[in-house]
Structures are given as structure tokens and as C-alpha cells.
């Protein structure tokens, strides 16, 4: 199917940014000495307002289509490198300047794989300030014991402060999607030491959400967490939902020699 130029995608998760208090939102914080990273700039309606801030912005856009509309949009602004590639396969490591901000209107269907990517593997990236659905924001954001906390919200939370900002109504879109938006605004944590083997424990830990934690682990480990549950304060039935952030890596390291 051939679409007119910037039309809208449905496939790729597009519903372009058009309102311009919301932008400024988006842009909140943006200095000249900021080198900030789009992904998903569409027709480059928030790319404009951060050229305007930053001293240099990297657009990532999939879809080709759309590019067309985006040179035009950024044509007058000099410091707006376009790039065009796939988010989630990106070499982010040959970007120059490297990026130290994120700002983006997020495509819906690789927001949470891609937030937790850069988070992982974009070192560079201080701050990130995005656009999702409230549904995925609420999980990022999410508290232990409630119905959203899981491995996801574990993750992000080791690796960043989370905090949802804003809602934000779908008629700033275009097309207006069924549901609301939101931002969230992240700041870089330290990672835990040897994060690798802590996500694959969190992961484990959340395999079955009614299991006891400790009925989630592999043996030996599983006969030993009851006793390193209760050590950090936890009942030896402690579910995965129950457990804080940090205290994983506490509980990964006192397992360590058994998971």
C-alpha cells in the first residue's frame, strides 16, 4: 500500500505529536548543552522544539515514508542529524555526539522493549523523557504489591528513577488514539553490579506471579531463599510482587552461590 507523505501508520505504532504546550512539556529541561535523542519523530513536530533548545538532536525514524515531511519540518535547523533505521536495532554507539538526553513521542508497540534497551545499553543517556500509554507507564512506575509490579517495573527501577509527569489526552495526536497517553520522566541510576545475572533472577523470581518466590527457583537456590527471604525481612512465602527493587539484588547475592 502506497500512503501519502506522512500519513500515519498504524503497524508502526504512529500517532504524531500536533500540539505545541505539549511539545514544551516534552522539551522541559533541554539545554544547549544537551546532545538529545528522538526516536520516532515523525513529521518532526517535538524535533523542531528540541532543535530549538539543545545543541544537537538525533532523529530515529523507521518509517521512510515520513522522512520527507521531517526534512521539511527541520530544514532551517542545522544542529538535526535524521537517521534513518529500526529503534530497536540501531547501532546507538555510532552516534556522534553521543546522546546524554532522550526525548520522544514513543511509537506504542516498542516503547517498553526500547526504554528498557537504552536504559541497558545507552550509557550515555542521563535522562529520559517520553511519551507512552498510561497503561505502559503505569507499569514502569509501578509499586511492590500492586497488580502492574512486575519483572518490567523491577528493571526499569534498578536501572532508573521512574516517575509518571503528565497525562496527556489523545487529541494532541494525530490520529487521536483510544487511550491516554503519559510522561515519563527518567534519571540514570548506577546499575547493580553483575545486572546480568540479577535480571535473569528477577526474571525468574516473577515466572509464575501465584507461586511463592522461592517455588520460581531453580534448585538449590529454591530450598535456600526462604531463609534469605526472612533475612531482609521478608515471610519465607514471600511472593515476587512483594519484594522491593533493591531488595532483589540483596536476595540474588545471598543466593548467588546456588543460582
Keep these: 500500500m502506497v500512503f501519502p507523505e506522512g500519513h500515519p501508520k498504524k503497524r508502526l505504532g504512529q500517532h504524531f505529536l500536533k500540539d505545541p504546550n505539549t511539545a514544551r512539556i516534552m522539551a522541559a529541561g533541554v539545554e544547549k548543552s544537551d546532545v538529545v535523542l528522538e526516536v520516532g519523530p515523525g513529521r518532526g513536530f517535538l524535533t523542531s522544539f528540541l532543535a530549538q533548545r539543545a545543541g544537537f538532536v538525533h532523529a530515529v525514524e523507521l518509517d521512510a515514508d515520513v522522512i520527507p515531511a521531517l526534512r521539511k519540518t527541520v530544514a532551517e535547523h542545522e544542529n538535526v ?6 529503534a530497536l536495532a540501531f547501532d546507538y554507539s555510532a552516534l556522534d555526539p553521543q546522546p546524554n538526553k532522550l526525548a520522544a513521542n514513543l511509537p506504542y508497540n516498542i516503547a517498553s ?24 507507564a503505569r507499569r514502569m512506575a509501578a509499586k511492590r504489591g500492586t497488580k502492574d509490579y512486575a519483572a518490567y517495573a523491577v528493571l526499569v527501577q534498578l536501572l532508573a528513577r521512574v516517575e509518571v509527569v503528565h497525562r496527556i489526552s489523545p487529541r494532541v ?5 483510544r487511550v491516554w497517553s503519559a510522561v515519563v520522566d527518567m534519571l540514570r541510576k548506577e546499575p547493580p553490579e553483575d545486572y546480568p545475572h540479577v535480571k535473569e533472577f ?12 522461592a517455588n520460581n527457583l531453580p534448585e538449590p537456590a529454591r530450598s ?36
Design 113 to 136: 522493549l526500547l526504554v528498557l534497551r537504552l536504559l541497558e545499553e545507552v550509557g550515555s543517556i542521563e535522562r529520559l523523557r517520553f511519551m507512552v500509554q498510561i497503561e505502559v
Design 81 to 86: 542529524a535524521i537517521h534513518e533505521g529500526d
Design 173 to 177: 495526536f494525530d490520529p487521536p488514539p
Design 224 to 259: 535456600e531463599a526462604p531463609a534469605a527471604l526472612e533475612s531482609l525481612g521478608y515471610g519465607p512465602d514471600a511472593r515476587a510482587e512483594e519484594i522491593r527493587p533493591e531488595d532483589f539484588v540483596a536476595l540474588r547475592e545471598a543466593l548467588s552461590e546456588r543460582f
Design 202 to 213: 528477577v526474571i525468574s523470581a516473577f515466572r509464575s506471579r501465584r507461586k511463592r518466590l
